[in-house]
């Protein structure tokens, strides 16, 4: 996910092809949110291929993670590691961008998964993926927020008995989840909800999700979507 055309979420070993696609310089992009250290959403390589991009003039690629999690990020002088701590508020140019714990887990890792709060002058978005249930803590943060859209890891389909569901969303899940977020205020009746991490393989094709989850207000994602808040 790339905010406001220069803010990177997670860089995984895809992330320079399809940023090639859609035609994002590498060399603008200033700052990189990491969620947490599986392969698919750290890249060594990746990463430092866009570090090294950047005009040196404009200063080191700024990289914000867990304290545990940035000791897997590569060590170079065109990287700036910033920790997060968990519910603890940092700026990118005017957004306010808060960590908060995710309910996932990598496995031999002391790191805690995040997800990412992200508040404009007017706008406020929760980026959640990857991840299942808010956890409690999480939750008691966002009750004294008001959000204009949430973009949900939704991994697991309409699948029962799926074990992925403990550290994965499954559309039942959502649901319950927004029903409690509008019941509390918490999300806004106009908000988007955007539907990303979508496993192939445990829902049908793109064009049959659409048709099923946009009455309900559900919308799947898809590479090259763009998504404006007004």
Request: overall charge neutral; charged content about 25%.
């Amino acid at each position: 996910m790339l905010i406001n055309g220069h803010i990177l979420i997670d860089c995984g070993p895809t992330v320079l092809d399809v940023m090639k696609r859609y035609n994002v310089a590498s060399a603008g992009i200033t700052d990189i949110l990491l969620t947490h250290t599986h392969s698919d959403h750290l890249h060594e390589a990746s990463i430092l291929k866009i570090a090294n991009s950047r005009d040196a003039a404009l200063g080191p690629l700024k990289f914000w993670g867990d304290p545990e999690a940035l000791k897997k990020v590569p060590d170079s002088d065109r990287i700036e590691k910033r920790p997060v701590g968990v519910a603890q508020s940092f700026n990118i140019e005017g957004l306010a961008i808060t960590g908060l714990e995710s309910n996932h887990l990598v496995d031999g890792s002391k790191e805690k998964c995040l997800i990412y709060l992200i508040e404009g002058v007017t706008r406020s978005v929760l980026y959640a993926t990857d991840g299942a249930w808010l956890l409690t803590s999480t939750w008691n943060h966002l009750r004294k927020k008001r959000l204009d859209a949430i973009i949900w890891d939704a991994t697991c389909g309409e699948g029962e008995g799926d074990p992925r569901i403990f550290s994965h969303n499954d559309l039942t899940m959502i649901r319950h989840m927004n029903a409690s977020l509008l019941k509390g205020k918490i999300l806004k009746p106009d908000a988007k909800i955007i539907l990303t991490h979508i496993a192939r393989k445990l829902h049908p094709a793109h064009e049959v999700l659409e048709q099923r989850l946009l009455p309900e207000g559900l919308i799947p994602a898809y590479d090259g979507m763009s998504v404006v808040l007004k």
